[in-house]
């Protein structure tokens, strides 16, 4: 019998410690609602991170975090985040909003195969969800629009390769006319330079012919050894 009272107290204290985590847990994620609603969202962040230290798997904390990030025009961030809430949430309505509030995402992002994934999850979870429902119309009309990616591409390909070709013809032309400026250029600097050489060599000439005029050089008979 004592045995039996130790094993139902530890399971007492064990769930006494659960309620007192869980009442943690809950008032963290209820003070970050607060911030959230002032605009406050790096002080809700904080409150829902702290939230997540009391339960590693809160997916209310996780939610809320994906809000903050899809606030902080984060939506990469704030769809992971979604992504670790949906495993351990229970609730149909809640996983519902966290597949509407991806499915907005990825439809801004113009992803609209993937954004009436989405919808579609978030309906099957609740068939009220009228916005869910509203926007899987207008992505399934949106998709329709869209032209093929695949068109895009190639067209986007034949349009780069064509501005290529026109670059590298320009790019052809302007070394050819670059060439030949460098040649005319060598060609003028060479007979510039051999001029300047000419006129040189004839000013010294005709200095020298001046000295031998102005001194005459004394006859001078060369000695025989």
């Known amino acids: ?21 869980q009442s943690k847990e ?13 605009k406050d969202y790096k002080q809700a962040e ?3 991170r702290r939230a997540l230290s009391v339960n590693p798997r809160s997916s209310r904390a996780f939610y809320n975090l994906g809000n903050v990030q899809l606030a902080l025009k984060q939506p990469k961030a704030a ?15 809640v996983q519902s909003m966290i597949y509407h509030n991806m499915g907005v995402i990825l439809q801004g992002q113009k992803d609209y195969a993937d954004a009436i994934d989405c919808y579609k999850n978030s309906l099957r979870r609740n ?23 695949k068109q895009n591409d190639q067209s986007d390909n034949k349009n780069k390769g064509q501005q290529q070709q026109k670059q590298q013809s320009k790019s052809k032309s302007d070394n050819k006319q670059q060439s030949q ?35 005459p050089p004394s006859k001078r008979l060369e000695k025989n050894w």
């Open 46 to 48: 904080l409150f829902y």
């Open 181 to 215: 400026n460098q040649n005319q250029m060598s060609k003028q600097n060479a007979e510039s330079l051999l001029k300047n050489i000419v006129e040189r060599e004839e000013r010294n000439t005709q200095e020298k012919l001046k000295k031998i005029q102005q001194n």
């Open 127 to 149: 068939p009220a969800n009228a916005d869910s429902r509203y926007n899987l119309a207008l992505c399934q009309y949106l998709l329709k629009k869209q032209p093929p990616k």
């Open 26 to 38: 809950y008032t963290l994620i209820h003070q970050g609602n607060r911030c959230f609603v002032q």
């Open 79 to 93: 769809i992971k985040l979604y992504e670790k809430a949906l495993p351990d949430e229970k609730n149909k309505n």
């Open 1 to 21: 019998m004592k045995f039996l009272k130790y094993i139902l107290l530890a399971y007492a204290c064990l769930m006494t410690l659960q309620v007192q985590a």
